[in-house]
Nanobody, 110 residues
Framework: QVQLVESGGGLVQAGGSLRLSCAASRRTAMGWFRQAPGKEREFVAAINWGGDSTDYTDSVKGRFTISRDNAKNTVYLQMNDLKPEDTALYFC???????RGQGTQVTVSS
């Protein structure tokens, strides 16, 4: 069973950047989701097994980039031009929605 460990969250001012990491116990297609207080968990981005196909929710297109380092079985989410509405607990997943970790908190101050 694939295990996932998220890291890289923190507190940043609006307009700033953060990079999230998700280390997996083996190579697999992966995604990032987020959940803000009082809201449902939502899809953010996904990347396929080979790393040559990505997908994003509209609200992060042009600001977030998902990538992977297959030698490290790690997927990254580079988040630029962060906005207060990006504040959430971010989770990575096996595929699109199989959650295995505790998430990492991202807080964007205005």
């Amino acid at each position: 069973q694939v295990q996932l460990v998220e890291s890289g969250g923190g507190l940043v001012q609006a307009g700033g950047s953060l990079r999230l990491s998700c280390a997996a116990s083996r190579r697999t297609a992966m995604g990032w989701f987020r959940q803000a207080p009082g809201k449902e968990r939502e899809f953010v981005a996904a990347i396929n097994w080979g790393g040559d196909s990505t997908d994003y929710t509209d609200s992060v297109k042009g600001r977030f980039t998902i990538s992977r380092d297959n030698a490290k079985n790690t997927v990254y989410l580079q988040m630029n031009d962060l906005k207060p509405e990006d504040t959430a607990l971010y989770f990575c997943s096996v595929g699109r929605g199989d959650f295995r970790g505790q998430g990492t908190q991202v807080t964007v101050s205005s």
